[in-house]
C-alpha cells in the first residue's frame, strides 16, 4: 500500500518543485477508499444525517461572500428525499416523492411543485436544469456514488489520516476539470462522508464550498408522507424561480447572491 501523501513543509517544497515535472497521477488505494464510502450508501436502503456547511456566493461588488448553513437530509430508496435548510441562507426545504419535487421558502410562505421522474438518479439528473435547485452533496445520494464522484478524474491521493469531529479518517483529494476537491471517511468498520470540500476552478474567483456531516443513520425509518409537502392554507403556490430567490439570503433579494 502507498505511503499517504504527507503534508510536510519540506514535502511541501519539493511537491513545488516537482510539479512541472511530475504528471497528476491516480492513486488506486485512494479510489478504492472511495468505492468503499460509495458501496456503503449504495447499499442502505434508507438513511439520514446533519450537515454543517459554508458556501462562498457572489455579491454585486463582485466580492464573494462566506455563509454558513445547517441542514438535515433523510433518503429512502428508489425515490424519496426530504431535506431541510437553515442558518445564514434563508430556511429552505426539499421534498421528492417519487412523483414530484417541492421546494418551499418557509419564511416567505411559498413553494413550488413540478412533476418528477420516478427514481432519485434520474431526478437528480435534471433537477439543477429544469428548476435551479442545486444540491451541493447531491452525488452521495445517487444509487452509485463512486461513478458520479471519478468521472473525469485527472488526479487522487490519499493525503493521510486525521480526526473530524472525533471520528477517524482517512483524507482524500482529487482533481477533475473545473474542480478540485476533498473528502474525509471514517475509516472504521462503516465507511461514510465526514466532510466534503470543493474549489470551483471553471469559475470566477475560484469559489469554495466546505461540508460536514454528523448523526449518520444507515437505518432511518422516515413516515412515506414526510416526503411529500403539504401546503398549509397560507401558502402560495409560485414559479420554482421565485421560490428559489425567496429562499435566498437577505442581501441576495436584489440578486447579489444566488443559491
Known sequence: MKKPLLLTVASLLLIGSLRAETPA?????????????????????????KSDSILEVPSSTGQFITLRSDGKLTLERPNKILSTRGGDLAPFDFYYDGSAVTAVAPDSRVYSTTK???????????????????????????????????RNL?????VG????????????????????WEIWISSGRVA????????????????????????????????????????????KEIPFKAVLKDAKSPDAKNGEAKR
Not at 436544469?129 to 447531491?138: M, S
Not at 485527472?154 to 490519499?158: G, P, R
Not at 470543493?198 to 474567483?205: C, H, M, P
Open 116 to 150: 418528477a421522474p420516478a427514481t432519485i438518479d434520474e431526478m437528480l439528473a435534471g433537477i439543477r436544469q429544469e428548476t435551479g435547485v442545486q444540491l451541493h452533496f447531491a452525488p452521495l445520494l445517487f444509487s452509485d456514488p463512486h461513478a458520479h464522484f471519478t
Open 25 to 49: 497521477a491516480i492513486d488506486p488505494n485512494a479510489l478504492s477508499l472511495l468505492k468503499r464510502m460509495s458501496e456503503t450508501l449504495s447499499n442502505a436502503k434508507a438513511f439520514s444525517f
Open 154 to 158: 485527472t488526479s487522487a491521493a490519499l
Open 161 to 180: 489520516h486525521t480526526l473530524v469531529n472525533g471520528v477517524p479518517c482517512d483524507h482524500l483529494a482529487f482533481r477533475a476539470p473545473g474542480v478540485n
Open 192 to 235: 461514510l462522508p465526514y466532510r466534503l470540500a470543493a474549489t470551483f476552478t471553471d469559475r470566477q474567483n475560484l469559489p469554495r464550498k466546505f461540508v460536514e456531516f454528523s448523526r449518520w443513520n444507515l437505518h432511518s425509518r422516515p413516515w412515506t408522507s414526510s416526503f411529500t409537502f403539504h401546503p398549509p392554507s397560507s401558502f
